[in-house]
């Protein structure tokens, strides 16, 4: 109790009050108030932390209940990892091999926890081969687990230092594992026991356990040391609270004393002067007790003198209020606008002008029993949206259609605004004839973007709509056919009947291509007889020449004009996109030069752009002789790219690639002569050639001592036919099981999807004769989740195209981190290639991937380096940093901001070629209204703000939003050379941020090189 009244808490306790009340200071009514409820609000308070308090104990306990389960949970998981070894050496099971890589994913966070961990083991748990894993556990670490549960430094260290010396553990019990794997020696089997049983391995045990008990003895002391200190507190805390209830008690009394003299009276009696008041009654006296100076009674009575010079005033402005209603409506009435008063609940009209009258063509008294709907025709969905646009656009006026008496509709701009006439709320809307202003916006509209003759677009915009549809297209993977068409016979026509039915020629040949394309093609006329089309959606060939036959069969139909009949065909050449890769304008250019073709061919048809495709057929032919000869002569070899774990930092395979020792050109790709034999028998046998060299060098690596998987690719021409796997088993019918383990097949990705149910069958086949099989170039095909599913390929390789453009295309990036989670989703392995750079490693690592082979870890080599270069081979420092200090974080979010800025400045360049788009210049003097800026202000501040070179780079990105801005207002005031050297400065300013921050993050990379690792 002693120690309670020494407590701080008693030295800020409030003394000033209780003098207060012992002395009964005179205060003012709210200082009582504020004193009585701020006591009462320091009561709740000082209740509220009892409460906690007491609380506190038990949460002090639960603490320490989950501070020994932690760590408990690395003692036993120290325990199981010894008995799993050991049991696992004694019995060579391997499942005791997979619980102990188990238990130590789960400790480290690569596997979540499963259900009741604590009270489990790990061998007699499983269920179906798996632990009882909760769809809400997310795997996380043991020591972010002990991190964030309040162990103090000193305590922390002693687990991290247990789980440390648990870890170096492991490399003995990982060598003993591997010790037993070997050959059965015997020998190695004693060694094995032995490391497990020794001295030393018991000394490691026991560095283990003394820190976790020496963790304990400083939870329990905690513990009780807090315990005790919340005890007291409750203590001091109760002898407050009732100090503080005897002082509230006290200021209500007084609070109640000090109420009366302000009221000047008892409530019940200001009550009643008031209702009397209310009702009109000012005739009354007042009687008090108290007085009624500075009270409230004093100042109703004040009041009720001062009604009656009130009521007056009230009908002086009653007055007053009628005269200014007579003048509103004589206004009202005469104003030139059309004006109506509209009821806001029902939409009745209440009052209309005579210019409302006149415009409308209603009598005034016919308009004030008409309903306002009945003038708007705007159904009720359309008439919010216009107010939703209305709104949206800052603008105080509607635009409406609005009917006439006549029948005829009007187009208004209405603006109206809610006042009180009358003591009655109405919308007084005054109504502007837009009609004829609408009208010619139309036609200007019309002039720039349609012929006037056949209302068909014009050059201009066919161009624009080309880009449109060339870029869905792209994304959607369909056909699109660029038509030039000229008619044959016009001139004639035209001098034979007059150039004004030669017009009307013209608009019925406009008439009818509309009718031969979709309403989301396009007709366009270029001037003239000569018309364009762009036509898209096709999946096939077949169907556009079955287009195309329409549009020629529809326009030679013999013409009626006025009477007289006119006969015209129409020569039409197309070409078609993607299989002419070009640009708009040569897109064009090629549909016209097939037109010229069709009329050289007759007219009256359609010729295909192609102009190449004979001699080419023929060189291709000559071609394919001379792979088949190279072929039989040995011209033909294999390369082998390495393929790495960058986590565990070793070489882990290679890739086979064919290559041409061609006698005069030399070293050729398999770009230049792949594509020729693809879809021939030639590559079946070059595919067998390659399967066959690739097991002769896997013997010859395994007598070497080099232990290597190898993969080939294999075409889908290969794959599908009918005796693939047959002549597969003939081939590896004079090698091991060993030697085929190590063997691999890879099969692109669109090759696979021709045929899901052959080629799932066969890679099944495959897998069971112990080949391990990779989906190739994965992401440019088209596979849905349930084509994943049916294919048990073993691996997925993510095209390099995509991994190339990671850096520098936000789409690519997503495309490679959506591939990862697919992977990881099915539990394929996932290998990354086209590998460039230490940033493509770097990030590929962050999403999860590990597997790589690219130019930045080794280009592809004859079979004689390999073994060299797998010996030399030493991973990169960088590689095999922990993930918590690799730079990842600020390193990261620096390489997605370049990434996105890039994208960016893209975006408006494009925005400033396409002179439809609107943007806003203003907007783009905001630095921090791009991804980058955002990152610069925030992330990048708070990470690398005390670095020099981190400001340096502001200024170069505050030129980049400038020239932007300049960029934007020069063109939309139609500046195109202006533009133009916006453009060219902002890819100049680019390309010297970009170097910046190269130069910035291999400086970064450096840094972690050098230093990360010794910390």
């Not at 007084?428 to 003759?453: C, G, M, N, V």
């Not at 393929?643 to 020792?661: M, P, S």
Request: charged share 20%; proline share 3%.
């Amino acid at each position: 109790m002693q120690a309670a009244l020494n407590h701080p808490i008693m030295d800020s306790y409030p003394r000033l009050l209780l003098n207060t009340f012992i002395q009964k200071k005179q205060l003012s009514f709210s200082s009582h108030i504020w004193l009585t409820m701020g006591i009462f609000a320091l009561l709740v308070v000082l209740f509220s932390v009892y409460v906690w308090s007491e609380k506190e104990i038990d949460r002090l306990y639960e603490v320490r209940h989950q501070s020994i389960l932690l760590t408990d949970e690395l003692r036993q998981s120290s325990d199981d990892l010894t008995r799993m070894v050991r049991t696992y050496v004694v019995t060579k099971d391997v499942n005791y091999k997979d619980n102990y890589q188990a238990i130590l994913d789960i400790r480290d966070g690569r596997k979540p926890r499963s259900q009741d961990y604590h009270s489990h083991y790990l061998d007699i748990v499983l269920v179906d081969g798996q632990l009882p894993i909760s769809k809400n556990t997310k795997a996380i670490s043991l020591l972010d687990l002990m991190r964030q549960a309040g162990f103090t430094n000193q305590e922390f260290h002693k687990l991290a230092e247990a789980k440390t010396n648990s870890d170096r553990l492991t490399a003995t019990e990982f060598e003993a594992m591997r010790l037993i794997e070997l050959p059965d020696t015997g020998s190695s089997h004693a060694q094995a026991l032995a490391m497990l049983h020794d001295s030393n391995y018991h000394q490691a045990k026991a560095d283990i356990m003394r820190p976790i008990h020496d963790v304990n003895v400083l939870v329990e002391d905690r513990t009780a040391d807090a315990v005790q200190l919340a005890k007291i507190t409750a203590l001091i805390l109760r002898s407050i609270f009732i100090a503080l209830a005897l002082s509230l008690a006290f200021m209500l009394y007084r609070t109640h004393q000090f109420l009366q003299m302000t009221l000047g009276g008892s409530v019940d009696k200001i009550h009643e002067h008031i209702s009397r008041m209310g009702s009109g009654d000012f005739s009354f006296s007042t009687l008090s007790n108290f007085k009624l100076d500075n009270s409230v009674l004093g100042w109703l009575t004040n009041t009720r003198h001062r009604l009656h010079q009130m009521d007056l005033d009230r009908k002086q402005t009653e007055q007053q209020l009628l005269e200014s209603k007579q003048r509103f409506h004589q206004m009202f009435l005469l104003h030139d606008s059309p004006m109506l008063l509209i009821e806001p609940e029902s939409g009745m009209i209440q009052d209309a002008n005579q210019a409302a009258s006149n415009f409308y063509g209603y009598s005034i008294d016919h308009l004030k029993q008409m309903n306002i709907e009945a003038i708007n025709t705007l159904p009720p969905e359309e008439l919010a949206a216009e107010r939703m646009r209305a709104a949206r656009e800052q603008r105080n006026y509607f635009i409406f259609p609005h009917r006439l008496a006549n029948g005829s509709l009007r187009t208004v701009e209405v603006h109206s605004s809610p006042m009180s006439l009358g003591g009655q709320t109405v919308l007084f809307s005054i109504i502007h004839d837009i009609t004829d202003r609408q009208q010619a916006e139309a036609e200007i509209k019309l002039l720039a973007f349609y012929d006037p003759l056949t209302s068909l677009a014009n050059r201009r915009l066919l161009t624009d709509r080309m880009e449109q549809t060339l870029a869905f297209a792209r994304r959607s993977n369909e056909l699109v056919v660029i038509c030039m068409l000229d008619l044959d016979g016009f001139k004639q026509v035209n001098d034979q009947f007059g150039h004004k039915l030669g017009d009307q020629l013209l608009i019925e040949v406009a008439r009818r291509l509309q009718e031969c394309v979709r309403e989301s093609d396009t007709a366009s006329r270029f001037g003239g007889d000569e018309f364009a089309l762009i036509l898209g959606g096709f999946k096939n060939i077949d169907e556009i020449e079955q287009t195309l036959s329409r549009v020629i069969s529809s326009l030679s139909t013999p013409y009626l004009l006025d009477n007289k009949v006119a006969h015209v065909s129409a020569s039409l050449g197309a070409t078609i996109f993607p299989n002419d890769v070009s640009d708009p304008d040569l897109l064009l250019r090629h549909a016209d030069q097939s037109m010229y073709e069709a009329k050289q061919a007759g007219k009256n048809c359609y010729q295909l752009f192609n102009p190449t495709h004979h001699n080419q057929q023929q060189a291709n032919q000559a071609t394919l002789k001379k792979i088949e000869h190279a072929l039989a002569d040995g011209q033909f070899t294999l390369y082998y790219q390495p393929q790495v774990d960058c986590r565990q930092g070793k070489v882990v395979g290679v890739e086979a690639l064919i290559r041409w020792n061609h006698p005069i050109l030399g070293l050729l790709l398999p770009s230049e002569f792949i594509p020729l034999v693809e879809h021939q028998n030639l590559i079946v046998a070059m595919g067998e050639w390659t399967i066959q060299e690739a097991l002769k060098q896997l013997v010859a690596w395994r007598a070497e001592g080099l232990n290597l998987s190898l993969s080939v690719n294999i075409s889908q021409y290969h794959l599908h036919k009918h005796n693939f796997i047959s002549r597969l088993n003939d081939l590896l019918m004079d090698y091991d099981s060993e030697i085929i383990n190590r063997l691999g097949i890879e099969i692109l990705e669109t090759g696979a999807l021709e045929d899901v149910n052959t080629v799932a069958n066969a890679i099944q086949q495959c897998r069971n004769m112990g080949i391990h099989v990779s989906l190739d170039d994965f992401g440019t095909g088209f596979s849905s989740l349930t084509h994943l599913k049916l294919l048990p390929a073993d691996a997925l390789k993510i095209d390099q195209s995509f991994v190339r453009g990671m850096l520098h295309n936000p789409d690519d990036l997503a495309i490679v981190s959506g591939v990862v989670g697919l992977a990881s989703a099915f539990q394929r392995n996932v290998v990354a290639e086209g590998v460039e750079s230490i940033d493509h490693i770097l990030m590929l690592m962050e999403m999860g991937c590990f597997l790589m082979q690219g130019y930045c870890i080794s280009r592809p080599m004859p079979a004689e380096h390999v073994t060299s270069w797998v010996q030399a081979f030493h991973p990169d420092p960088l590689w095999q940093l922990p993930s918590t200090r690799r730079p990842s974080r600020g390193y990261f979010e620096l390489l997605l901001a370049e990434v996105n800025h890039r994208h960016w400045i893209d975006r408006q360049i494009e925005k400033s070629s396409n002179m439809l788009t609107d943007f806003n210049s203003h907007s783009l003097l905001d630095e921090q209204g791009c991804h980058f800026g955002r990152w610069y202000a925030g992330d990048g501040l708070q990470e690398f703000g005390k670095e020099n070179w981190f400001h340096s780079i502001a200024a170069v990105h505050r030129k980049i939003h400038q020239t932007a801005a300049r960029l934007c207002e020069h063109q939309h005031g139609g500046d195109l050379t202006a533009t133009q050297m916006d453009a060219e400065s902002l890819f100049a300013q680019h390309d010297e941020l970009d170097h910046l921050l190269s130069h910035v993050r291999g400086e970064l990379a450096h840094n972690y090189n050098t230093t990360g690792i010794k910390q």
